[in-house]
């Protein structure tokens, strides 16, 4: 099971009128998802996306009972342009929620090689139709692209180390298991000994570049923006630091009402460019009573908008 983080505020700030159109990009679980099917009558439309076939088959399952209008795709959430398209939703979304990283469903399934906690395939792929793998970069990328993805996407103190690690193994070994990646970067750390697993932020790079994480946020972003109606809300609720930057820094973008370059002394822009309100003027976070009953939400943080244009 996956426990929805950041539920109540989620729906809050997605604002739900009862006959809207809303998209859920992330459907996961369906946890999410459920809860804005509660709130919507026979005229509301909930659009469930995610790029896992599984999640999609378990949300379709999970919302059976609901009565107001449903569509289910198979597909990134950077396309939400095209399947707001294909419904005829375009500028009409009055609600779009997405909730990053990797549901409970894909960590504790350890052939989908995301959590090292258990033996599987170095995997990672949300969407089992990519041909990218895990397995794909461990074993075939350079020491120094290794050592790059660690350190931008894993913030990793030992990336180079642990990317010299990797190839010296791989010259005997290929490394195909969640365990023999972890083990290396615990023989780098010299053991076990922090709070944090010393494979995490390996983990997380990996995921990051096999899936595309950083690039497919961004262009959802600018994506979402564009299907939402005038007062339409945006609701994004991320799990590390990379990702919530890109969503500040978009949201802080897209809300100034003057966009001519710094250096210029006078605006020539006119001084009507913005396109939405920010409405998380500090970024939400889980408080104590979901810290208590979910300690993985910990790192979770939401950021919401509304469309003004
Ligand atoms: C944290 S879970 C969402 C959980 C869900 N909100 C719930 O309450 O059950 C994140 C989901 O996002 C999906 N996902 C990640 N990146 C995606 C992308 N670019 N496009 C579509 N879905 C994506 C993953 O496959 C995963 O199922």
Not at 165 to 194: C, F, H, S, W
Request: with cysteine; hydrophobic share 35%; proline share 2%.
């Amino acid at each position: 099971m996956h426990t929805p983080v950041l539920l109540k505020e989620a729906i809050e700030f997605l604002n739900i009128k009862s006959d809207g159109v809303y998209f859920d990009c992330t459907a996961g679980g369906g946890g999410h998802s459920e809860e804005v099917a509660k709130l919507l009558d026979e005229k509301g439309v909930l659009v469930c996306m995610d790029r896992d076939a599984e999640a999609i088959s378990r949300v379709k399952d999970r919302l059976k009972g609901y009565s107001c209008k449903k569509f289910f795709f198979k597909k990134s959430f950077k396309n939400i342009d095209v399947v707001a398209k294909k419904l005829g939703f375009y500028g009409r979304v009055n609600g779009v929620l997405a909730d990053l990283g990797t549901s409970m469903f894909q960590l504790k399934d350890f052939d989908r090689g995301f959590s090292f906690s258990g033996e599987g395939k170095l995997d990672m792929r949300m969407d089992k139709d990519q041909y990218l793998t895990a397995e794909h970069i461990v074993n075939s990328y350079s020491e120094k692209r290794l050592a790059d993805i660690f350190r931008e996407y894993g913030e990793e103190r030992l990336s180079k180390k642990i990317a010299r690690m990797i190839v010296e193994e791989r010259k005997d070994n290929p490394i195909t298991t969640t365990i023999q990646l972890a083990e290396i970067a615990i023989r780098a750390y010299g053991g076990r000994k922090g709070r944090i697993h010393p494979a995490t932020r390996i983990f997380q790079a990996i995921r990051i570049e096999v899936n595309d994480e950083l690039n497919e946020l961004k262009v959802f972003l600018e994506n979402a923006l564009k299907v939402l109606a005038k007062g339409g809300r945006l609701v994004v609720i991320s799990f590390h630091s990379l990702e919530d930057r890109i969503v500040k820094v978009f949201f802080k973008d897209k809300a100034k009402k003057c966009v001519c370059p710094e250096w210029q002394m006078r605006c020539t822009c006119g001084g009507n460019n913005q396109k939405v309100r920010i409405l998380t003027k500090k970024v939400i976070k889980p408080g104590e009573e979901e810290l208590k009953t979910n300690p993985s939400s910990r790192s979770a943080r939401l950021r919401a908008c509304e469309k003004v244009v």
